[in-house]
């Protein structure tokens, strides 16, 4: 951890003292040009904001990350196209499903639920494309999708026969599946990277990013399990269950060489300079004796991802042939 670069627009000024020649009054006068001027992305605005000459700042540069708080990587090519793809056929889907001609209050309700999950996958794109430090369309995303999905549960529980017409209520537990796997997968893609950026935002908190990444880690565990017991006790006729068991299991083992050798979920699923701002957290305050434990249980539950992985693609194959 002591080799890695110091991200000159995040360092404390006990760690922009471990850069050649910044001794506390040129950490200040770095620290006093980032909060009142913007933030440093060359290496003139580190001249500029240190008072180190041209040669000493070429012979630090090795040492500094650039990396801006103001606007962060994207995700990667593959997570892009995943998730451009499931929030387009997530819109679509949706408006096809809308019946705007009728107006009682049950199809009212129903078309709003639908409204509701079609700006999420909006607010997906937006996420998505924007690249914010501040996950202002990530948060409205989780918050429009949880809304929608609380009114449809609404129209599933109350009986059918009262409240949905028949033939709304055969097409709203198809719909429903379809529009949660497809957001969980932005979510799981994604989840990562909008949590990241929210701690930046609200000031990070290292204790606060471990759980998050536990948590972000062991989900790929029970997940597998609810959707293994879904193919085979509650498998409808329709092909959502088992598109999505084919990218979850792909996603598992895919990801588990990774974790074989230490590096978390939640940290492969980060860009390159989003991984460097994580470690860059992590090496403030956590202790070897901690990082090592860490690495053992990612290795243990590496091991695990394989034989969910395997599991859920076998039972799934098994699906799709007696399909």
Same mark, same amino acid.
């Given at each position: 951890m002591t080799d890695l670069p110091i991200l000159i627009n995040l360092a404390t000024r006990e760690e922009l003292q471990k850069i050649k020649g910044i001794g506390p009054k040129r950490a200040e006068q770095i620290i006093k040009y980032r909060e009142e001027i913007s933030d440093i992305s060359t290496s003139t605005e580190l001249i500029k904001a240190s008072g180190l000459t041209s040669a000493q700042v070429e012979g630090i540069s090795k040492t500094v990350d650039w990396s801006s708080t103001k606007k962060m990587a994207g995700y990667d090519a593959g997570t892009v196209i995943v998730t451009l793809l499931s929030? +387009? &056929?997530? @819109? +679509?889907?949706? =408006?096809?499903?809308?019946?705007?001609?009728?107006?009682?209050?049950?199809?009212?309700?129903?078309?709003?639920? @639908?409204?509701? &999950? =079609?700006?999420?996958? &909006? /607010?997906?794109? +937006?996420?998505?494309?924007?690249?914010? &430090? +501040?996950p202002l369309w990530g948060i409205l995303a989780m918050l429009l999708l949880a809304s929608g999905l609380f009114i449809f549960s609404i129209l599933l529980i109350v009986p059918s026969t009262y409240l949905v017409p028949a033939d709304n209520a055969a097409s709203i537990p198809g719909l429903l599946t379809l529009l949660i796997f497809l957001n969980l997968i932005f979510y799981l893609n994604n989840g990562p990277s909008i949590y990241l950026r929210y701690q930046v935002w609200r000031g990070v908190n290292n204790q606060k990013l471990m759980i998050a990444e536990r948590i972000y880690q062991y989900a790929y565990i029970f997940l597998p399990l609810i959707l293994v017991y879904i193919l085979v006790f509650l498998d409808s006729l329709f092909w959502f269950e088992?598109?999505?068991?084919?990218?979850?299991?792909?996603?598992? @083992?895919?990801? /588990?060489?990774?974790?074989?050798?230490?590096v978390s979920h939640f940290r492969f699923n980060l860009s390159e300079s989003e991984k460097k701002l994580y470690l860059f957290f992590l090496s403030r305050d956590s202790s070897s004796e901690i990082r090592s434990e860490g690495r053992l249980r990612i290795t243990a539950l590496g091991k695990v991802y394989i034989i969910m992985g395997s599991l859920v693609l076998t039972i799934t194959a098994v699906q799709i042939i007696i399909l």
């Open positions: 929030s +387009i &056929v997530t @819109i +679509i889907t949706g =408006i096809s499903q809308g019946k705007l001609s009728e107006a009682n209050s049950t199809q009212i309700l129903y078309n709003f639920g @639908i409204l509701l &999950v =079609i700006f999420s996958s &909006v /607010s997906n794109l +937006i996420e998505l494309l924007s690249k914010r &430090v +501040i088992e598109l999505f068991a084919l990218w979850l299991g792909s996603t598992l @083992i895919l990801s /588990s060489p990774a974790m074989l050798s230490g």
